[in-house]
């Protein structure tokens, strides 16, 4: 065990980790990066084909969001946006405006997906009781569905990821079928009809529920989802935090599925994974049902520290500005069919490999885990000695690259899969 991992392991505690094992596990401690490489404390590269929890856009270091981040921090790092203002975010908020699907955008900011998952669970909740509408209390959401590890974006996030524990303190949701069940959009909108006079907002991941292990929905059955809501007045609120900024090859899965969410919820790639930064965009409609007298009840009482921060901001906004220079959007389509085309060909064949999921840049490959169910942690382990950078949810290994992954790039990725597999598939499967 290095010095380092040792240090790590004595003092930080590591989210979703079992700490008593962790030392052993042999993690990968990241000095610094080049690109789409993570270099560890011994000098070791590995591709970071999960662009460190789906936050990393364009890679690491990228020379003009590092430029953008000094620029600003010859301004200000941070000041307040309770009551007050800060050029950074206003200029990120009106480049934001165009491009989001929401008429009549205002983005209130917070710092993680979860803290804007709970603003958009509280705007939903008091719209309604702004407008004088009494009895819409509840939210509907999915079976498989992840927001957040807060109470609110917990409550709404099914009860899978040993959330059962937390039960008492969840409160009470209503629950339509995942993506991973045929059928799920019907039943959703004959829950949303029936249930529309007690339904504040349905929560919904659009088009892919990561966390779930990206399982992936027809882009018209989620248009029909929300055609529902609209129609029964219930509100519409798009997770976007995983598939926002060009994950599945348009700026928002939203646009994909034709929708136009009431709120949107955005997050995770907004800084181009540089910076803690998500946001809540209202749609006119609602923003507006919060204004009346000053201390008055229509209020939002509800903001972070760190909400709008000016750093993060300045990030953003030349986020957006790399991702239009970079032709981002058709490099993602383009190289999601040859991640296609190469998953299909070098693993799906493999002993041990059960399905194959991809949508733009968001691809899982399930293994069977009947007889050994540490097998996506093993396969893990053996893809990173490799010198790929992967991580397992449940059965599944997950492949989430950066936006600007080369072809060549793509090839490592899978072939580092692939002789991992062969190597750890239990020896009945591989003979
Ligand atoms: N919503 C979705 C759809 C997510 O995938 C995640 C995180 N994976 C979150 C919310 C929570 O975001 P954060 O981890 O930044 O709190």
């Not at 165009?98 to 603003?119: I, N, T, W």
């Not at 509840?138 to 099914?158: C, Q």
């Not at 709120?263 to 204004?291: C, E, N, P, Q, W």
Request: glycine share 10%.
């Amino acid at each position: 065990m290095s010095d380092w991992v040792e240090r790590d392991a004595a003092r930080v505690w590591h989210g979703f980790t079992q700490m008593s094992v962790y030392g052993e596990s042999r993690p990968v401690v990241v000095e610094r990066a080049e690109g789409h490489e993570l270099i560890d404390t011994e000098g070791r590269r590995y591709l970071d084909a999960v662009s460190s929890l789906w936050v990393s856009t364009l890679g690491h270091r990228v020379p003009e969001l590092d430029q953008a981040l000094v620029d600003q921090l010859g301004r200000i790092a941070h000041s307040t946006m309770l009551g007050n203002g800060n050029v950074a975010t206003i200029e990120l908020a009106e480049a934001l405006a165009p491009l989001v699907p929401v008429d009549d955008p205002r983005v209130l900011f917070a710092s993680d997906g979860a803290s804007a998952v709970e603003q958009a669970l509280r705007i939903a909740f008091q719209f309604w009781a702004n407008e004088g509408v009494s009895g819409k209390t509840r939210f509907l959401a999915l079976g498989g569905a992840y927001h957040g590890d807060t109470f609110g974006a917990l409550s709404v996030g099914d009860a899978g990821f040993y959330g059962e524990l937390f039960a008492p303190l969840r409160f009470p949701v209503l629950r339509a079928p995942g993506y991973a069940t045929p059928g799920w959009a019907d039943a959703t909108i004959a829950l949303v009809a029936e249930h529309a006079h007690e339904l504040a907002a349905l929560v919904i991941e659009p088009l892919v529920q990561g966390a779930a292990g990206m399982r992936i929905a027809d882009p018209d059955d989620v248009r029909r989802v929300g055609e529902a809501c609209a129609a029964h007045d219930v509100l519409l609120v798009c997770d976007e935090v995983a598939v926002g900024f060009g994950r599945t090859g348009t700026l928002f899965a939203s646009e994909r599925c034709g929708l136009r969410p009431d709120i949107l919820v955005l997050g995770k790639g907004l800084t181009a994974g540089y910076l803690a930064m998500s946001a809540t965009v209202a749609s006119g409609r609602v923003a507006d049902a919060f204004l009346g007298a000053d201390l008055g009840p229509e209020t939002l009482y509800h903001g972070h520290s760190f909400g709008g921060n000016a750093l993060a901001a300045a990030v953003a906004r030349r986020h957006l500005e790399l991702l239009e220079e970079r032709n981002v959007l058709a490099r993602v389509r383009a190289r999601e069919g040859e991640l296609r085309a190469l998953l299909e060909r070098e693993l799906a064949p493999l002993p041990g490999v059960r399905e194959i999921r991809l949508c733009g840049l968001l691809g899982a490959v399930e293994l069977d885990t009947t007889e050994d169910e540490l097998l996506a942690r093993r396969v893990t382990a053996a893809t990173v000695e490799r010198g790929v950078f992967v991580r397992p949810i449940g059965p599944s290994i997950l492949i989430v690259p950066p936006l600007t992954i080369t072809t060549p790039e793509l090839e490592r990725i899978v072939a580092a899969l692939r002789a991992a597999i062969l190597e750890t598939a239990p020896v009945g499967a591989r003979a």
